[in-house]
């Protein structure tokens, strides 16, 4: 199993401490967001990671090398990350992933390595982390969820009140699924109209194609998607 770590944004929205250093590099309870990231990938025993970067990518690039130097660590880049999302971003990794099963990551989400050996060892092939416990507003990835944990819906779209929970930006996809997503996505990415569009929107078309995804209960388990500067003293003060 291989890990996609996305982390090409501007990180706009908690300027100016990403003036000139990029979101996944600050720091939460003494450890840098990727830092903490990359401990728990290798802890969990995933030897292969792949970075899409692009807003100071060399600043990224230079600390995996010299932190992690015997990390089988590698990147590709996103020239047009001003004008693109994270679907495109997340399309960028195919010739990378080669068929193989991998678990996605936004660069931006400090977690428990809990829920990451939680999602290697679920029985689900694909399957996106969901907390259920989360006082869900319009700008939350917001998730519908059938019987037997299915994924219905999943996109910021969804009304909080048909929603179940929020999906934390942690995904595992199977290697059969990964071959459909990536033609999805650059089916999609032909319109340069949907250059915009978040990576769910291409689970959803899957989702569509009777390709199951299931929903991973990880309520009660510590993360924070790291967007404002609340969201960062909130995480100092979980993860200190």
């Known amino acids: 199993m291989k890990a996609i770590i996305l982390a090409a944004g501007l990180g706009s929205r908690i300027w100016p401490l990403t003036d000139s ?19 728990n990938i290798q802890d969990c025993g995933i030897k292969e990671v792949i970075f899409v970067l692009g807003y100071l990518n060399e600043k990224i690039e230079s600390f995996v090398k010299e932190n992690f130097p015997k990390l089988n660590a590698k990147f590709v880049m996103n020239d047009i990350y001003k004008q693109t999302n994270t679907a495109f971003s997340l399309m960028l990794a195919k ?89 999805a996505l650059e089916t999609m990415m032909e319109k340069n109209s949907n250059r915009r569009k978040y990576y769910e929107s291409t689970y959803e078309t899957l989702i569509s194609k009777d390709i199951p995804f299931y929903a991973l209960d990880i309520t009660g388990l510590n993360w924070v998607e790291i967007d404002t500067k609340e969201d960062l003293y909130k995480a100092q003060m979980i993860f200190l």
Not at 23 to 39: C, P
Not at 146 to 161: H, Q, W
């Open 95 to 183: 010739e990378l992933v080669q068929g193989s099963s991998f678990i996605k990551f936004d660069a931006d989400v400090v977690f428990d390595i809990k829920i990451l050996r939680k999602l290697i060892d679920s029985k689900y092939e694909n399957c996106l982390c969901v907390d259920k416990n989360i006082n869900l507003q319009e700008e939350e990835v917001k998730v519908i969820i059938g019987e037997n944990n299915l994924v219905l819906e999943v996109s910021k779209s969804v009304s909080p009140k048909s929603a179940m929970g929020e999906s934390i930006g942690i995904e595992k996809i199977s290697s059969a699924t990964a071959n459909v997503l990536f033609e």
């Open 21 to 39: 250093c990029p979101k996944a590099l600050l720091k939460v309870g003494g450890q840098t967001i990727l830092e903490r990231m990359l401990t």
